[in-house]
């Protein structure tokens, strides 16, 4: 598989350098240069989620892995199923929550550890990350048990919340934790001082593992698949699909499986207040407001870093942007959005609920649609608790980590004594 670098088209690398270095110079985002036209379609539709999604991931990073391995890579990533739940007649909630952090991102994240353990080489890798609660259990989860790669995260004492605590200070093993007694903010600058000190980025092969490497788009493609895959025959002909977005990566994930050939007539681009793209598909014109902080917090962004590789896709097929559905709900909306899906017997959270809407409200007749899940109820149980009014269950996942004792160092933030640490 072949990339180059949006910003710079003269850097080029492998699927192996891309998923090790993750970003190109200047920050700009690694890029497929082609995207193979998929045939029998149909065949593949019929393969169970594993199958399929090696025959896919095969035909797009081609023979820089060998098929076995490739294989196991998937087989070990995907360890759970995407079911997609009817809500009514035509619309349809496929579920990405159904792994080990209730989030769709395990599929990404555990793609991407799997990646990165196929093409690591010989020397060591720490994969060190600051998290202000759901990235770190998604790397946590993602890398547990993973040889001759070690986990480091930090993260705000007493500012997460217990119930994410446990789920990712609670594993041990290759995974260790950190409380920094300061706030977010500072666990990121102590993050970013490790990968400025060249020193320590040598000693333990540091690699951040972050959220735009392109080993994560490649998997999420796969659910799309999953999603046709699960529809009635006769309701496959015009299928919409409502993304909730932030950094806009499902989206991107989304549009690569339409570019292989998935039947999908088009896509609705779904935010909250933090509305950047709804508003530049409308006006054309690109400016971020300040992030608001909303109910569907995954989604509060304002910058989606995804975009340029969303205006790539457009222009390499050459699709027209105004053919790119979108809106944005605010939280009064929300709330309302999620009340009507209970109503209608389906039980939602915040992200979800956005999409649903927005779905519902531009579906045209004689089309079907599917909006993503993205998070699992309970991940969003206060929120969700209150609108609804009624008592949420803790999913076993959840519950089972909640009884296991926090393993987490407690450090002051300070640079000297984490790098001591992690040269340990
Ligand atoms: C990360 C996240 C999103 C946004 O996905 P992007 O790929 O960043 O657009 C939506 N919902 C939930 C629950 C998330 O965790």
Not at 67 to 94: E, G, Y
């Amino acid at each position: 598989m072949n990339l180059y670098n949006i910003k710079h088209p003269e850097e080029q690398v492998n699927f192996a350098q891309a998923v090790r270095q993750g970003l190109g110079k200047d920050q700009g985002l690694f890029f497929p240069q082609q995207i193979p036209q998929l045939t029998h379609i149909e065949d593949l539709l019929a393969l169970p989620l594993v199958e399929r999604s090696q025959k896919i991931l095969a035909a797009l990073i081609g023979e820089e892995i060998p098929t076995d391995r490739l294989n196991a890579m998937v087989k070990n990533a995907f360890t759970f199923p995407a079911p997609l739940a009817q809500v009514s007649d035509n619309i349809f909630a496929l579920e990405l929550f159904h792994g080990p952090t209730l989030a769709f991102k395990d599929f990404g994240g555990r793609f991407m550890a799997q990646a990165l353990a196929a093409v690591r080489g010989d020397g060591k890798i720490t994969i060190l990350t600051a998290t202000s609660g759901d990235t770190g259990a998604a790397v946590a989860h993602a890398f547990y048990g993973l040889e001759n790669i070690n986990v480091v995260i930090l993260y705000p004492k007493g500012k997460i919340s217990p119930l994410q605590e446990k789920l990712f200070c609670t594993l041990g093993g290759n995974i260790r934790t950190v409380a920094i007694e300061a706030d977010f903010d500072a666990c990121q600058a102590l993050v970013k001082q490790a990968f400025d000190d060249a020193e320590l980025r040598d000693a333990i092969g540091l690699n951040s593992a972050n959220s735009i490497n392109i080993s994560r788009l490649l998997a999420q493609v796969c659910y799309y698949f999953e999603a046709v895959a699960q529809l009635p025959a006769d309701k496959r002909q015009e299928v919409v699909v409502s993304v909730p977005s932030g950094n806009f990566g499902n989206l991107t994930a989304g549009l690569i499986a339409k570019t292989l050939g998935l039947p999908i007539k088009r896509f609705i681009a779904s935010t909250n207040a933090n509305d950047t793209v709804p508003r530049y598909l409308r006006s054309g014109e690109w400016s971020p407001n300040a992030t608001v902080a909303t109910l569907s917090n995954a989604m509060d962004v304002s910058r989606p870093n995804n975009w340029p590789r969303v205006e790539e896709l457009f222009k390499r097929n050459g699709w027209a942007l105004s053919e790119l559905g979108s809106g944005a709900l605010n939280d009064a909306e929300t709330e309302t959005a999620l009340k009507a899906q209970y109503a209608e017997g389906y039980l939602c959270e915040p992200h979800g609920s956005i999409a649903y809407q927005l779905l519902h409200d531009q579906l045209q007749s004689g089309e079907t649609g599917i909006f993503l899940c993205t998070a699992h109820p309970a991940k969003f149980k206060e929120s969700v608790e209150r609108i609804l009014e009624i008592e949420l269950p803790l999913p076993e996942a959840l519950g089972k980590h909640n009884k296991l004792p926090l393993l987490s160092e407690v450090m002051a933030n300070d640079f000297s004594q984490l790098k001591a640490y992690l040269l340990k």
